[in-house]
Nanobody
């Protein structure tokens, strides 16, 4: 299994950005896919997840601004980030765990992408 995250960059507060996580070696309809982020000096924190049934979850800090989605034909998961704030600055990681799960901690996830840096200037 490989997860390739991309789409990060430098944007201004209020801008939008879409992250992608291209998955190989797994089928999205059998895995829970998630996005985590780690800001400088902080622990890696849960951002959003999508279960095989397409049920979605969001952290309170991004709810209403971020949207997780997937394209099963492309085997890719997306994180659309709108109304970005400086506190969204972090390295964003995609992760996967087999089955339909709601996990907001890092330990249960078996596979991780390499991370993509999002910098939001105020």
């Amino acid at each position: 299994v490989q997860l390739q995250a991309s789409g990060g960059g430098l944007v201004q507060a209020g801008d939008s950005l879409r992250l992608s996580c291209a998955a190989s070696g797994l089928t999205l309809t059998r895995y829970t896919m998630a996005w985590f982020r780690r800001a400088p000096g902080n622990e890696r924190e849960f951002v959003s997840s999508i279960r095989p049934t397409a049920l979605r979850y969001y952290s309170d800090s991004v709810k209403g601004r971020f949207t997780i989605s997937r394209d099963t034909d492309k085997n890719t998961v997306y994180l659309q980030m709108n109304s970005l704030k400086s506190e969204d600055t972090a390295v964003y990681y995609c992760a996967a765990v087999m089955g339909s799960r709601y996990y907001t901690t890092t330990a249960p996830y078996d596979f991780w992408g390499q991370g993509t840096l999002v910098t939001v200037s105020s």
